[in-house]
Protein backbone atom coordinates (compact mmCIF):
# COMPACT_ATOMS: atom_id res chain seq x y z
CA UNK A 1 0.00 0.00 0.00
CA UNK A 2 1.65 3.35 -1.05
CA UNK A 3 2.83 4.97 2.07
CA UNK A 4 1.14 8.91 2.24
CA UNK A 5 0.62 9.94 5.44
CA UNK A 6 2.82 11.22 8.42
CA UNK A 7 3.14 10.02 11.86
CA UNK A 8 1.88 13.28 14.09
CA UNK A 9 1.47 11.23 17.59
CA UNK A 10 3.00 8.77 19.36
CA UNK A 11 1.06 5.85 20.44
CA UNK A 12 1.81 6.81 24.23
CA UNK A 13 0.34 10.36 23.20
CA UNK A 14 -2.71 9.22 21.89
CA UNK A 15 -3.34 6.52 24.67
CA UNK A 16 -2.85 9.99 27.08
CA UNK A 17 -5.39 11.87 25.14
CA UNK A 18 -8.01 9.03 25.41
CA UNK A 19 -7.27 9.14 29.41
CA UNK A 20 -8.26 12.72 28.98
CA UNK A 21 -11.26 12.43 26.62
CA UNK A 22 -12.90 9.69 29.06
CA UNK A 23 -11.81 10.96 31.98
CA UNK A 24 -12.83 14.78 31.53
CA UNK A 25 -16.40 14.12 30.06
CA UNK A 26 -17.07 12.12 33.25
CA UNK A 27 -15.71 14.72 35.22
CA UNK A 28 -18.02 17.37 33.30
CA UNK A 29 -21.41 14.69 33.15
CA UNK A 30 -20.81 14.02 36.90
CA UNK A 31 -19.62 17.68 38.23
CA UNK A 32 -22.50 19.60 35.74
CA UNK A 33 -25.25 18.98 37.85
CA UNK A 34 -23.49 19.99 41.18
CA UNK A 35 -22.35 23.24 39.64
CA UNK A 36 -26.12 24.00 38.52
CA UNK A 37 -27.83 22.40 40.79
CA UNK A 38 -30.26 24.70 40.55
CA UNK A 39 -31.64 23.63 37.25
CA UNK A 40 -34.36 21.10 35.84
CA UNK A 41 -31.27 19.80 33.38
CA UNK A 42 -29.04 18.91 36.02
CA UNK A 43 -31.29 17.04 37.86
CA UNK A 44 -31.74 14.97 35.02
CA UNK A 45 -28.53 14.98 33.78
CA UNK A 46 -27.69 13.60 37.67
CA UNK A 47 -30.03 10.75 38.00
CA UNK A 48 -28.55 9.67 34.49
CA UNK A 49 -25.33 9.16 36.34
CA UNK A 50 -26.96 7.25 38.76
CA UNK A 51 -27.46 10.04 41.04
CA UNK A 52 -25.78 10.12 44.88
CA UNK A 53 -23.31 8.69 45.61
CA UNK A 54 -22.46 7.20 42.25
CA UNK A 55 -22.09 10.23 39.93
CA UNK A 56 -19.52 11.14 43.28
CA UNK A 57 -17.70 7.55 42.39
CA UNK A 58 -17.54 8.05 38.68
CA UNK A 59 -15.85 11.17 39.61
CA UNK A 60 -13.08 10.25 41.40
CA UNK A 61 -12.50 7.97 39.13
CA UNK A 62 -12.45 9.55 36.16
CA UNK A 63 -10.17 12.20 38.37
CA UNK A 64 -7.98 9.20 38.73
CA UNK A 65 -7.56 8.64 35.01
CA UNK A 66 -6.51 12.02 34.66
CA UNK A 67 -3.69 11.90 37.48
CA UNK A 68 -3.02 8.64 35.61
CA UNK A 69 -2.62 10.56 32.51
CA UNK A 70 -0.43 13.60 33.81
CA UNK A 71 1.70 10.57 35.58
CA UNK A 72 2.91 8.81 32.28
CA UNK A 73 3.38 12.33 30.27
CA UNK A 74 5.51 13.65 32.85
CA UNK A 75 7.23 10.41 33.18
CA UNK A 76 8.03 10.40 29.52
CA UNK A 77 9.14 13.90 29.82
CA UNK A 78 11.64 13.01 32.86
CA UNK A 79 13.08 10.32 30.47
CA UNK A 80 13.46 12.90 27.77
CA UNK A 81 15.38 15.05 29.94
CA UNK A 82 17.34 12.58 32.35
CA UNK A 83 17.69 9.87 29.56
CA UNK A 84 18.01 11.43 26.52
CA UNK A 85 18.90 14.67 27.85
CA UNK A 86 17.07 16.66 25.93
CA UNK A 87 16.07 19.54 28.03
CA UNK A 88 17.21 22.74 26.02
CA UNK A 89 15.18 21.07 23.14
CA UNK A 90 11.86 20.87 25.37
CA UNK A 91 12.05 24.46 26.70
CA UNK A 92 13.50 26.08 23.48
CA UNK A 93 13.11 25.61 19.60
CA UNK A 94 10.45 24.34 16.90
CA UNK A 95 9.91 20.68 18.87
CA UNK A 96 9.55 22.62 22.02
CA UNK A 97 5.69 23.62 23.30
CA UNK A 98 7.00 25.97 25.40
CA UNK A 99 6.10 29.55 23.80
CA UNK A 100 8.44 31.26 21.78
CA UNK A 101 8.82 34.41 20.15
CA UNK A 102 7.75 33.68 16.68
CA UNK A 103 4.31 32.08 18.32
CA UNK A 104 3.76 36.27 19.02
CA UNK A 105 4.38 37.01 15.91
CA UNK A 106 2.53 34.37 15.08
CA UNK A 107 -1.15 35.40 16.69
CA UNK A 108 0.18 39.27 15.34
CA UNK A 109 0.62 37.95 11.63
CA UNK A 110 -3.12 35.82 12.19
CA UNK A 111 -5.00 38.78 13.24
CA UNK A 112 -3.43 40.43 10.66
CA UNK A 113 -4.16 37.70 8.02
CA UNK A 114 -8.19 37.14 9.44
CA UNK A 115 -9.11 40.71 8.65
CA UNK A 116 -7.41 40.82 5.36
CA UNK A 117 -4.13 42.43 5.56
CA UNK A 118 -1.57 40.42 4.74
CA UNK A 119 -0.91 36.38 4.25
CA UNK A 120 -1.45 33.75 6.50
CA UNK A 121 1.34 32.70 9.18
CA UNK A 122 3.61 30.08 8.25
CA UNK A 123 3.56 27.25 11.63
CA UNK A 124 6.27 25.08 12.63
CA UNK A 125 5.51 21.41 14.60
CA UNK A 126 3.30 23.70 17.14
CA UNK A 127 0.66 25.81 16.25
CA UNK A 128 0.63 28.47 18.87
CA UNK A 129 -2.77 27.78 19.90
CA UNK A 130 -1.73 24.40 20.47
CA UNK A 131 0.76 25.58 23.42
CA UNK A 132 -1.42 27.46 24.38
CA UNK A 133 -3.78 25.00 24.92
CA UNK A 134 -1.03 22.73 26.53
CA UNK A 135 -0.06 25.09 29.13
CA UNK A 136 -3.54 25.61 30.44
CA UNK A 137 -4.26 22.10 30.53
CA UNK A 138 -1.12 21.85 32.76
CA UNK A 139 -2.40 24.52 35.00
CA UNK A 140 -6.36 23.46 34.93
CA UNK A 141 -5.10 20.01 36.01
CA UNK A 142 -2.86 21.69 38.92
CA UNK A 143 -5.54 24.05 40.31
CA UNK A 144 -8.38 21.30 39.57
CA UNK A 145 -6.59 18.63 42.12
CA UNK A 146 -5.58 20.69 44.64
CA UNK A 147 -9.05 22.01 44.94
CA UNK A 148 -10.52 18.82 44.44
CA UNK A 149 -8.32 16.92 47.18
CA UNK A 150 -9.19 19.79 49.48
CA UNK A 151 -13.22 18.95 48.87
CA UNK A 152 -12.79 15.33 48.72
CA UNK A 153 -10.46 15.89 52.44
CA UNK A 154 -12.26 18.53 54.40
CA UNK A 155 -11.70 17.42 57.84
CA UNK A 156 -7.65 16.73 57.09
CA UNK A 157 -7.00 20.23 54.90
CA UNK A 158 -9.25 21.83 58.09
CA UNK A 159 -6.50 20.86 60.63
CA UNK A 160 -4.24 23.36 58.98
CA UNK A 161 -5.91 25.89 56.97
CA UNK A 162 -9.17 28.29 57.81
CA UNK A 163 -12.33 27.48 56.91
CA UNK A 164 -13.00 30.26 54.50
CA UNK A 165 -10.21 27.59 52.41
CA UNK A 166 -12.64 24.86 51.65
CA UNK A 167 -14.63 27.74 50.61
CA UNK A 168 -12.54 29.54 48.19
CA UNK A 169 -11.67 26.19 47.15
CA UNK A 170 -15.53 25.40 46.10
CA UNK A 171 -15.74 28.17 44.46
CA UNK A 172 -12.13 27.92 42.25
CA UNK A 173 -13.68 24.51 41.55
CA UNK A 174 -16.70 25.39 40.23
CA UNK A 175 -15.75 28.45 38.41
CA UNK A 176 -12.36 26.59 36.89
CA UNK A 177 -14.56 23.50 35.66
CA UNK A 178 -17.10 25.53 33.93
CA UNK A 179 -14.34 27.59 32.18
CA UNK A 180 -12.39 24.60 31.18
CA UNK A 181 -15.78 22.96 30.19
CA UNK A 182 -17.06 25.51 27.95
CA UNK A 183 -13.36 26.50 25.75
CA UNK A 184 -12.73 22.42 25.30
CA UNK A 185 -16.38 22.40 24.02
CA UNK A 186 -15.38 25.52 22.12
CA UNK A 187 -12.41 27.21 21.14
CA UNK A 188 -10.68 23.51 21.20
CA UNK A 189 -13.41 21.60 18.94
CA UNK A 190 -13.10 24.54 16.54
CA UNK A 191 -9.67 24.70 16.23
CA UNK A 192 -9.46 20.80 16.21
CA UNK A 193 -12.86 19.60 14.61
CA UNK A 194 -15.29 22.03 13.06
CA UNK A 195 -12.92 23.34 10.68
CA UNK A 196 -14.52 22.36 6.76
CA UNK A 197 -11.41 20.45 5.94
CA UNK A 198 -12.05 18.22 9.46
CA UNK A 199 -15.16 17.49 9.68
CA UNK A 200 -17.01 15.95 10.82
CA UNK A 201 -13.73 14.97 13.71
CA UNK A 202 -10.11 15.26 13.00
CA UNK A 203 -8.99 11.54 13.13
CA UNK A 204 -5.64 12.21 13.89
CA UNK A 205 -6.01 11.64 17.52
CA UNK A 206 -6.68 8.24 17.23
CA UNK A 207 -4.58 7.17 14.25
CA UNK A 208 -1.60 9.27 14.66
CA UNK A 209 -2.15 10.23 10.77
CA UNK A 210 -2.39 13.21 8.70
CA UNK A 211 -2.51 13.12 4.84
CA UNK A 212 0.88 15.19 3.50
CA UNK A 213 -1.54 17.80 1.96
CA UNK A 214 -2.89 18.41 5.64
CA UNK A 215 1.06 19.08 6.92
CA UNK A 216 1.72 21.45 4.44
CA UNK A 217 -1.33 23.37 4.93
CA UNK A 218 -1.16 23.28 8.68
CA UNK A 219 2.62 23.08 9.33
CA UNK A 220 4.78 23.96 6.42
CA UNK A 221 7.23 25.29 8.19
CA UNK A 222 7.51 21.55 10.19
CA UNK A 223 7.48 19.79 6.53
CA UNK A 224 10.06 21.47 5.08
CA UNK A 225 12.57 21.38 7.99
CA UNK A 226 12.08 18.05 7.89
CA UNK A 227 12.89 17.77 4.28
CA UNK A 228 16.12 19.75 4.54
CA UNK A 229 17.45 17.54 7.38
CA UNK A 230 16.50 14.59 4.86
CA UNK A 231 14.25 12.81 8.05
CA UNK A 232 10.98 13.54 5.96
CA UNK A 233 10.83 9.52 5.07
CA UNK A 234 11.18 8.60 8.73
CA UNK A 235 7.48 9.73 9.00
CA UNK A 236 6.10 7.58 5.67
CA UNK A 237 3.43 5.72 6.97
CA UNK A 238 0.62 3.49 5.11
CA UNK A 239 -3.34 5.14 5.46
CA UNK A 240 -5.26 3.88 8.42
CA UNK A 241 -7.54 1.11 8.23
CA UNK A 242 -11.12 2.13 6.95
CA UNK A 243 -12.83 0.26 9.54
CA UNK A 244 -10.35 1.65 12.31
CA UNK A 245 -11.50 5.31 10.83
CA UNK A 246 -14.90 4.80 10.48
CA UNK A 247 -14.88 3.37 14.34
CA UNK A 248 -13.04 6.65 15.09
CA UNK A 249 -15.88 8.54 13.80
CA UNK A 250 -18.55 6.61 15.97
CA UNK A 251 -16.70 7.30 18.64
CA UNK A 252 -15.92 11.20 18.20
CA UNK A 253 -18.87 12.37 16.84
CA UNK A 254 -21.38 11.45 19.78
CA UNK A 255 -18.86 13.24 22.07
CA UNK A 256 -18.64 16.12 20.13
CA UNK A 257 -22.41 16.68 20.07
CA UNK A 258 -22.51 15.96 23.60
CA UNK A 259 -19.99 18.71 24.10
CA UNK A 260 -21.99 21.32 22.04
CA UNK A 261 -25.34 20.35 24.04
CA UNK A 262 -23.53 20.57 27.01
CA UNK A 263 -22.04 24.04 26.35
CA UNK A 264 -25.33 25.24 25.69
CA UNK A 265 -26.73 24.10 28.55
CA UNK A 266 -24.37 25.60 30.86
CA UNK A 267 -23.96 28.84 28.66
CA UNK A 268 -27.68 29.73 29.39
CA UNK A 269 -27.43 29.04 32.33
CA UNK A 270 -24.71 31.25 33.57
CA UNK A 271 -26.87 34.37 31.48
CA UNK A 272 -29.62 33.13 33.83
CA UNK A 273 -27.92 33.31 36.63
CA UNK A 274 -26.54 37.02 35.85
CA UNK A 275 -29.61 38.52 35.00
Same mark, same amino acid.
Given at each position: ???????????????????????????????????????????????????????? *?????? &???? #???? +?? %???? /?????????????????????????????????????????????????????????????????????????????????????????????????? *?????? &???? #???? +?? %???? /?????????????????????????????????????????????????????????????????????????????????
Amino acid at each position: MKSELYIRFTPLHRFNHFLIIISFFGLVLTGMPLAFKDYAWAHCLYQLMGGYPIAG *YIHRIC &AGLT #FLAC +FL %HFAQ /LSYAVVIKKQLKELLWGPDSVVPQPKDLLDVLGEIIWIIGFGPRPRFERWIWWEKMEYLSLIWGTLVMGLTGFMLWFPANFSAFLPGWAIDLALIVHR *YEAILA &AVFV #FTIH +FI %HTHL /LPEKLPVDEAMFTGRITEEEMLHERPLYYERLQSEGTLGNFKISPPNPMFSFLSKMFAVPLLLIGLFLTGLMVSSLILEFI
